[in-house]
């Protein structure tokens, strides 16, 4: 089993950053990708960036060039630097790990961009 917790999440200002961080314990392997995604009220989750134990990043189209997602694997981490936030990057921002065939999620963070 694994766990992810989340942490960071908060109210910012249109233009202004936020970095997410997500921790990992359990059955664990660095090969596992992992990642976040979104939901934003009455709308579907979205994937908004994964990285493969390799390194390998994925993004959305609507947040490349402003959002980084890094991982630790010392310390089972995978962060998510959010920069340029605008009103409509605010939704609960969930952790995601893949592992073989099963796919973990944390309990999500709120992450809200309004003046």
């Known amino acids: 089993q694994v766990q992810l917790v989340e942490s960071g999440g908060g109210l910012v200002q249109p233009g202004g950053s936020l970095g997410l961080s997500c921790a990992a314990s359990?059955?664990?392997?660095?090969?596992?990708?992992m990642g976040w995604y979104r939901q934003a009220p009455g709308k579907q989750r979205e994937l908004v960036a994964t990285?493969?134990?390799?390194?390998?990043?994925n993004y959305a189209d609507s947040v490349k060039r402003r959002f980084t997602i890094s991982r630790d694997n010392a310390k089972n981490t995978v962060s998510l630097q959010m920069n340029s936030l605008e009103p409509e990057d605010t939704a609960v921002y969930y952790c995601?790990?893949?592992?073989?065939?099963?796919?973990?999620w944390g309990q999500g963070t709120q992450v809200t961009v309004a003046s």
């Open positions: 359990g059955r664990i392997f660095s090969t596992d990708t």
């Open positions: 995601n790990r893949q592992q073989f065939t099963k796919v973990y």
């Open positions: 990285i493969t134990g390799g390194g390998r990043t």
